[in-house]
C-alpha cells in the first residue's frame, strides 16, 4: 500500500514554471515505478511522465516533451514534475500515481493515486 500526497500546483501565467511534488508514504517507493497524469474537465485522464523505480529511464506525452522533466528522490520518497514553458492548455489537474512492478506507460497501469493539485494557466 502506497499513499501520494501532491503539492505545488497553483496559478501562473504562460511561459511560466511550476514544480510539484509527490510525497510517498511506506518503505517501498523505491520499487514502484512513479508516474504524473493530469485530467480536466469533460475529458478521460491523461499520461503525462512516467520514471522508472530507480530513476534511470523517464518517459513522457508528446505535448509535455522538452518542457517537463520529471525526477525522483529515493532517500526521500518523493516524486518532482519541473514544468516550464507552461501554455494555457497544460491547465489541469494534476495526479500523482505509483505503478506495482515497474509498469506504468499507461494510465490503467497505476495502482495508487493521489488526490491531485490544481494547475491553472493564464493567457
Known amino acids: 500500500q502506497v499513499e501520494l500526497v501532491e503539492s505545488g500546483g497553483g496559478l501562473v501565467q504562460a511561459g511560466g514554471s511550476l514544480r510539484l511534488s509527490c510525497a510517498a508514504s511506506g518503505r517501498t517507493f523505491s520499487s514502484y515505478a512513479m508516474g504524473w497524469l493530469r485530467q480536466t474537465p469533460g475529458k478521460e485522464r491523461e499520461f503525462v511522465a512516467r520514471i522508472s523505480w530507480t530513476g534511470a529511464r523517464t518517459d513522457y506525452a508528446d505535448a509535455v516533451k522538452r518542457r517537463f522533466t520529471v525526477s525522483r528522490d529515493n532517500a526521500k520518497n518523493t516524486v518532482y514534475l519541473q514544468m516550464n514553458s507552461l501554455k494555457p492548455e497544460d491547465t489541469a489537474v494534476y495526479y500523482c500515481?505509483?505503478?506495482?512492478?515497474?509498469?506504468?506507460?499507461?494510465?490503467?497501469?497505476?495502482?495508487?493515486w493521489g488526490q491531485g493539485t490544481q494547475v491553472t494557466v493564464s493567457s
Open positions: 500515481a505509483a505503478a506495482r512492478q515497474n509498469r506504468g506507460y499507461a494510465t490503467a497501469e497505476f495502482d495508487y
